[in-house]
Each structure stands twice: as C-alpha cells, then as structure tokens.
C-alpha cells in the first residue's frame, strides 16, 4: 500500500467533502430562513424521539447521531433550555442520565421535517435520478460499513 492516493482517490476525497459542505449549509440556510432552531437539534430532536418514553444516555445519543457531535453537553443543554428534551436520573447508574424528548421537542421537530426533506429534495433529489441517488448510496455505504 503507497502512502499516496491515487489522483481519483484524492479528487473523489474532495468532491465528497465539498458536496457535503454545499449540502448541509443548504439545509441549515433553509432551517435559518424558516426561524427553526439548526440542523444538529432536529438530529437530537430524531434520535430521542426514536427512543421513546425513556430517552437514551448522552453515548447512546452520540453513536445514533447523523452528525458528528464533538460538545454534544453543550448541545443538549441548548435544547434542554429551549424545553425541547429533558434529563432525566438514569436508575441504573445514579450518577449518569437519560435525555428523553418533550412534547415541545416533537412539535418542533415535526415542523422542521418538511423544510429540511425540501433542502434534501433540493440538494440531491433535483440533481441525481434515482438511479444515479441509489448508486450514490451505494457507493458512500463502502467508505461508512465496517470492512468484512
């Protein structure tokens, strides 16, 4: 193995990251324009609705996320302040938590949904057949699924 990339490597490399870049300031511009709290809170917003009644702990959240989260208490006290999740003592550890989902937190989460499925429509769905959004998906499932 070379310790450089081959050009494609390195061209594929910059066009995924610079797409993800266009993609996710297009999402957050239209969650801005429509006075919704950012992209980052719907994913918590998502994760602890997902989980149900209970919520899940801070890691649990941290694995399930969609973005990469690298303060993700500070995240959660943010949207703990706006009253959209809560923490609740976590019975099996005294000293660890559970952040669970408030009906304000689903409200707001479920108004966010059609502004940022419009930004993912806008994004993707206007510029790839699905054909070619399927291969994609393919393709991005090599570089995210754990090698065999």
């Not at 919704?36 to 998502?46: G, H, K, Q, R």
């Not at 919520?55 to 009253?83: C, K, W």
């Not at 959004?133 to 754990?146: K, N, Q, R, Y």
Request: proline content about 5%; glycine content about 8%.
């Amino acid at each position: 193995m070379s310790d450089k990339p081959a050009e494609a490597t390195v061209q594929a490399w910059a066009r995924l990251m610079k797409a993800q870049h266009r993609a996710l300031g297009s999402v957050e511009g239209a969650l801005k324009a429509a006075g919704l709290p950012p992209l980052a809170w719907y994913d918590v917003l998502l994760e602890t609705e997902r989980a149900g009644k209970d919520g899940l702990r801070p890691f649990e959240l941290e694995r399930a996320m969609l973005l990469a989260q690298y303060n993700l208490s500070r995240l959660v006290d943010r949207i703990e302040a706006a009253g959209y999740v809560e923490r609740r003592p976590c019975v099996d550890d005294g000293r660890g938590h559970l952040i669970a989902i408030t009906d304000a937190g689903r409200t707001i989460r479920r108004r966010m949904w059609p502004v940022y499925a419009r930004a993912i429509e806008a994004a993707v769905g206007q510029r790839l057949s699905g054909k070619q959004a399927a291969t994609l998906g393919e393709l991005l499932g090599h570089l995210i699924d754990e090698p065999s």
